[in-house]
């Protein structure tokens, strides 16, 4: 009895903290000239791929491992043509973010040409 | 009184001469500037980039000029280094406004050496699309050579257009002749690499003897398209 009082709570203790994911969301301000895509997490840690973050609007959800590295994203850089934008955070005036363990984070991006 | 004013024509062309009027869009890449001893240089922090295939520029590490120009010729000296298992340099042209309408001349190695000089085509595909249709573009190899160069070490390229021809020469000597019929007036130009690290000492374009492009990346021209991104709340 007392094996299977200490598997059951094994594994709820598994179960909680299994539940504490990093999830990160991107929401592309409405101060933004224009939409946002393919965007990267963390060089690669996480993708978007084709999904298009229009102004005022957030991406889906996404469970990250990384909790620092850059966030990349496609922009047009005003004549028609996509370019790699590169991202600064407020924070750091670098290119580097970091993000809390364990949190669901968003992070507003601002694009302009 | 004559003198003085020679003398003020001579300073002003100089300065003219010296200042550097280019400016360069990053299309991929992380393009910096830097300088060693007296040398200053153009050089990427990348080494591969994502295959986000709107264009062959923005699949490899590139920079092109914002503004197109009357050209034919130019003159660069780079230096390829830290490649991996497949490695590429292009330098391309005839690039007027689409990022996916160019020629180039494009290097490619294996992890030891330079082996292979391609003369490609970037086209679109269908000009109907919209420009955010991935993969929308065609890259032909017109005409190919294999060659023997190494990594780490400055080459000087040259491209001149003369009489329909399209000539590549490399440290002073003429590799490759390509028939180039329909060049437009004037267009963008610029250089993109894969899978190794890239300097480049100077660039410079030239119509007839009139210099177009003297840049020695003295100064940061590089213009990139930046996103500003803050942490927005952090929920538990």
Redesign the interface.
Known sequence: MKKMIFAVSTLFLFTACGSDKTELSI?NSDQSTDS???I?WAD?DASWG?EVVNENMVSSSKEVNETTGR???????G?????????????TGT?T????E???????????? | MKRFLSLVCLLGTQFLFSENGVIW??????WKIDKIGEESFLYDLRTN??K?N??EL?NNNSIRTLASYKYDRISLKLNAYNPVSQSSVAVFFDSP???REFSAFRFSGSKTEITKIQYITSRVKDTTLP??R?LNFEIKTLEEKTISLPYSSNHIIEISFKKNRTVLSINEKEIMSVENKDRPEASQLGIYHTGNLLKVFYFEVFDGRKPVIMDNFSTDTIR?????????????
């Open positions: 929401k946002i895509r393919d990267v690669g084709t966030i990349e994203c496609t922009v047009d850089d004549t028609g043509n996509y370019v790699n934008a590169t991202v600064i955070t407020s924070e290119e973010a970091s993000i809390d364990g949190s669901s984070n968003v992070v507003t991006v601002t694009a302009s040409n | 869009q990053q299309v991929s890449g992380s980039g994502y986000f709107y264009s923005i406004g689409d990022y420009r955010d991935k990139r398209s930046t996103v500003k991104a803050t942490v927005e709340k952090k929920q538990q």
